[in-house]
Nanobody
């Protein structure tokens, strides 16, 4: 019932910035971002509701910012002051009417 299309992945230098975007096919109250590396679990990065309530994983607080354009059903993840340990595939996520939906994944590489 929901399609999530991600864009904005790529290569960034340590200390640099990158922004991801995720466009949803319909209006959703809560959307978020997860990330995963090979052999590791998929971990929560940030979430945001259409009303502006946000949550962040502790390690990214103060460096990452999640925002939304409600008119476009799009969520963004602004990632500043990146470190190489954060190289991962980043996934857009939503829970809608009891079902989970995921974006296709965006590879983000932080080089040193």
């Amino acid at each position: 019932q929901v399609q999530l299309v991600e864009s904005g992945g790529g290569l960034v230098q340590a200390g640099g910035s990158l922004r991801l975007s995720c466009a949803a096919s319909r209006t959703i109250i809560k959307m978020g971002w997860y990330r995963q590396t090979p052999g590791r679990q998929r971990d929560l990065v940030a979430t945001r509701t259409s009303g502006g309530i946000t949550t962040y994983e502790d390690s990214v607080k103060g460096r990452f910012t999640i925002s939304r354009d409600n008119a476009k059903n799009t969520v963004y993840l602004q990632m500043d002051s990146r470190v190489p340990e954060e190289t991962a595939v980043y996934y857009c996520y939503t829970l809608y009417l009891g079902n989970e939906y995921w974006g296709q994944g965006a590879q983000v590489t932080v080089s040193s």
